[in-house]
């Protein structure tokens, strides 16, 4: 269309975009500031992948569109690809009435059919928000004002869209050649005299006059994540995501993880930013589910608040002068403590967000600086540092488990080729401990040379890490590290998923690299291969898999145990639906909080039987493969009186091996 | 206030101890070593008060081997603010009587207002030397202590009795064995334990301390191990009547226990 701006209509209309432009950057500069107040982290490596994320995660919407949220979620897509269309159209009609040049392309048929079809269907998208923002009110939503706002100025701009363009049409101010939008004049209104050209012109002035309020507004608005989404996705970790960030060359610093705004990374900031309130975190965290103090929506939104609030004051004076940041005034530590790290939030997150780092970070700040621990992981933490175990066992006694299977030490059989990294868990918990026998079993079954560290075994530091003691994590890691490169240890397998995370994912940090199985990808291998013969006999089983969060969301391994289940003679699998794969709902036990106890709401444990019993097809038994998870799955069971087995995927195989006698002896 | 807590370094309760080849004292090859437990909850007592009043000083002591250096290490990592070590010549044999003796002479030096210890050590269990140290000060003693504030021209310490508390008020300088601190003992900060790495730890013989090491003994003539538990009996014959009949005539007769 011709822009009605004849006159000093293009000097006001610059004018306008001068003042909406220029509160844009001015806001967006301060905000900038505000986040480079945070510590220097280096999120530039993996560019390819990078590039990646932003065309799958970004444009793609891939995050959005996610059980259970599809229909919602291609709602949005609809909404921001036409935002991106729409948004070409719009510099068209800026440039235009100010100076009177056009973007190429802004008349053909294709552009402006699909300005059209976007504009409806952004339309009938923003009216179904604003329902169920105010009808439906989903309870994990927050609704604010500010969600009203941004609706009603997206309809008032797709609204004055569609009348200009339908009285433009009807006042013939169509540009030579260009094609009459369908939609916008479907219906053929009569404007009675001159009226039409009024109407057009009224309609595309309101229309560009929001459009620059709308830019003026938005850094005000946590509907600024149409701009930080970019950087966001950009820069986000590329991290395996079951590892935690090194705290490097921890013996010469003076303060640890994050007690105020400075101590978080720029990019732990810029998620605070991005936060758009969808509440999805909040949605699939299993602490927040049963009851306890954490939100994870609300961590993220009290850094955001925190920031925004100290910001102007900080970044005024240098950070050696003036007053220094204050401590986390809204979150508390008993909402950090109840975490799991099951990394539900993350899965959730279509904007990729790092709910954990931070709360390990605040973790961090408590264990190291504060000495500030829950009394029962302390007593963990302490039982590791004396132990090696979190338990507080006797070291001596850790190989016990092994006695009467004569299974050979690294010492003795230097020459073996994987590791049998057996955990603490396996080592001395007497359930636990039949699983490392049915590992042994199964190994041996299948002709693995396999060897054990025996007592020279120690924790793996995992538990210390989450719990925020990252120089105990490190003592362990490098202990275990030295006793791998004194045996020689190339290849590791673990039965313990937290065991395997942490030396496949986190003991590379500190330079030591090996080839890591959790042990159901090594005999998934095995059974493809053809070493292990699975015979039948045993009795028939409807078998629920759990899928472990280190396993699962953290490693991406869902298919390993499912194969190997599907492998196993008179076993039928089910699954726990909807909560299976990604969405697999935490045991309770990540995180450090095995050794915590859990005193506020339901147990986590208990609402995951709750799970198991509403499934359709009843199982007989639950597997899983992650020595927590078995004890969290019995007690369970237990305490609800249910009649399902617990087992571990290894125990189902090695009942099957030719010589299942040494799983039970 | 100005504190001093004496401390001893014992196996690690995880520590599954073993008796040596001589069969009168443990096999020390592969023993985690760590406060006894009751010192360590004297020196939580001692930081709790400290917390309170910021003018407060902690000094830790102890008398052993030079491993021992490594339990006052942990001690100033809590937030203690300084530590002496008496140790090497006769230290790892002293009677207890001398012990006591060494550690009054420190006291002496010191001059604190308040001496902690626990109120026994978590390896022999005597309960000797902090009354004994008491006595040799000439102080007051007040023991099974689970609590202590400043009171009226002197200090109130509670004592665990029986179903309840004693309070008792001392007016001048008096030796508390302490029973249990009123929050388990802290976790050492990071920047506690670097800070305590660097901190200097005087050392002290025995024998330079002028005191009389001489002191009746008591000797250990043999240690043994607790009988090995045998294997438990599940009785899985027969309905529970049959079953409890079984289980009373087991423990009649095999357990002698009705």
């Known amino acids: ?665 | 206030v100005k504190i001093l807590v004496c401390i001893k370094q014992t196996p690690d309760s995880t520590v599954r101890v073993k008796v040596g080849s001589d069969g009168r004292s443990i096999d020390a090859a592969g023993v985690t070593w760590a406060i006894s437990a009751y010192d360590e909850y004297a020196v939580e007592l001692a930081l709790e008060h400290k917390d309170r009043d910021k003018e407060s000083t902690v000094t830790v002591v102890s008398l052993g081997p030079t491993r021992s250096r490594d339990s006052l290490r942990q001690a100033l990592a809590m937030g203690a603010d300084d530590a002496v070590l008496i140790t090497g010549g006769s230290a790892e044999s002293l009677p207890p009587l001398a012990v006591a003796r060494a550690l009054a002479k420190v006291v002496e030096e010191a001059k604190p207002d308040l001496v902690l210890c626990g109120r026994q050590a978590s390896d022999d269990e005597q309960g000797f030397v902090g009354p004994a140290l008491a006595e040799v000060l000439g102080w007051p003693h007040v023991p099974t202590v689970t609590k202590f504030a400043a009171a009226d021209g002197g200090l109130d310490a509670w004592k665990e009795i029986e179903g309840g508390h004693e309070v008792w008020r001392a007016s001048g300088p008096v030796v508390l064995t302490v029973q249990k601190s009123e929050k388990e003992p802290r976790y050492p900060s990071l920047p506690g334990i670097m800070k305590a790495k660097k901190k200097e730890i005087p050392e002290k013989e025995p024998a330079s301390l002028g005191i009389d090491l001489a002191a009746p003994v008591i000797e250990i003539v043999k240690m043994e191990p607790p009988p090995a538990r045998g294997a438990g009996k599940i009785i899985k014959d027969g309905d529970a009547k049959a079953a409890a009949a079984q289980l009373a005539k087991l423990l009649r007769d095999e357990a002698k226990v009705l």
């Open chain 1, 1 to 665: 269309v011709i822009a009605p701006t004849a006159g000093a209509g293009a000097l006001v209309l610059a004018a306008l975009a001068a003042l909406g432009f220029g509160a844009f950057f001015w806001r967006s500069y301060q905000l900038y500031r505000y986040i480079r107040l945070g510590r220097d982290e280096d999120r530039t490596r993996h560019l390819g992948r990078r590039i990646r994320d932003e065309l799958v995660v970004y444009l793609g919407q891939r995050k959005l569109l996610k059980r259970p949220y599809v229909i919602r979620g291609a709602a949005h897509a609809l909404i921001f690809w036409g935002f991106l269309v729409i948004t070409y159209g719009t510099a068209d009609l800026l440039l235009s009435g100010i100076a009177g040049w056009r973007m190429p392309g802004a008349d053909s048929g294709l552009f402006v059919w699909t300005v059209d079809l976007f504009a409806v269907a952004v339309l009938a998208s923003v009216l179904l928000a604003l329902y169920r923002r105010a009808f439906v009110r989903p309870p994990r939503m927050h609704i604010a004002l500010d969600g009203y706002v941004i609706l009603g100025l997206i309809s008032l701009l797709m609204l004055s869209l569609l009348v200009f363009e339908n009285a433009g049409v009807a006042a013939g101010v169509l540009a030579p050649g260009q094609t009459a939008p369908p939609l916008a004049t479907f219906l053929r209104l009569r404007y009675p005299g001159d009226l039409s050209f009024t109407v057009f012109a009224g309609a595309w002035w309101v229309h560009v006059t929001t459009v620059l309020a709308f830019a003026a507004y938005l850094p005000q608005s946590k509907h600024l994540h149409i701009v930080t989404t970019l950087p966001n996705v950009f820069f986000r970790s590329q991290r395996p995501r079951g590892a935690l960030d090194l705290i490097d060359k921890i013996e010469e610093r003076e303060s640890f993880g994050a007690g105020s705004v400075r101590d978080l990374s720029w990019k732990q900031l810029l998620d605070g930013y991005t936060c758009t309130e969808c509440g999805r975190c909040s949605d699939q965290c299993p602490a927040l589910a049963t009851g306890k103090p954490l939100d994870p929506q609300k961590i993220v939104l009290d850094v955001r608040d925190q920031l925004l609030h100290e910001g102007a004051r900080l970044a005024a004076a240098s950070a050696e002068r003036g007053t220094p940041p204050a401590r986390w005034k809204e979150t508390k530590t008993e909402e950090l403590w109840a975490c799991t790290t099951c990394a539900a939030c993350l899965e959730a997150c279509p904007v990729t967000i790092e709910h954990i780092d931070k709360i390990v970070d605040m973790r961090r700040w408590l264990a190291m600086n504060e000495g500030d621990v829950p009394a029962e992981a302390q007593r963990a933490l302490t039982n590791i540092e004396r132990a090696g175990n979190p338990w507080g066992q006797p070291p001596d006694t850790r190989a016990d488990w092994a006695k009467g299977l004569e299974v050979p030490t690294f010492a003795e059989h230097p020459e073996s080729e994987y590791l049998y990294f057996v955990g603490c868990a396996a080592s001395f918990d007497g359930r636990n401990q039949k699983v490392a026998r049915a590992v042994v079993a199964v190994l041996r079954a299948a002709g693995v040379r396999f060897a054990i560290l025996g007592t020279e075994e120690t924790c793996n530091g995992d538990p210390a890490r989450r719990i925020g003691n990252e120089y105990l994590w490190q003592t362990q890691a490098r202990h275990n590290i030295e006793t791998f490169t004194r045996y020689g240890v190339r290849k590791i397998v673990a039965s313990c998923p937290h065991c395997f995370n942490t030396i496949a994912n986190e003991y590379p940090q500190l330079g030591a690299t090996y080839e890591v199985l959790h042990v159901q990808q090594l005999v998934q291998r095995l059974v493809a291969d053809g070493r292990l013969a699975l015979r039948d006999g045993a009795e028939r089983e409807v078998v629920a898999y759990h899928d472990p969060c280190y396993l699962g969301r953290h490693n991406g391994i869902y298919d390993a145990p499912r194969d190997l289940l599907d492998a196993v003679p008179g076993v039928q699998r089910v699954e726990i639906a909807p909560h299976h794969r990604e969405r697999g709902f935490c045991c309770g036990a990540g995180g450090g909080r095995m050794w915590m106890e859990e005193k506020v709401g339901q147990r986590v444990n208990h609402r995951r039987i709750e799970q198991l019993m509403a499934i359709e097809q009843k199982a007989s038994s639950v597997a899983s493969g992650c020595p927590f998870c078995l004890i969290m799955l019995e007690e369970g069971v237990g305490a609800k009186g249910v009649p399902v087995k617990p087992v571990d995927v290894m125990e189902l195989i090695a009942a099957r091996v030719e010589r299942p006698e040494v799983a039970t002896a």
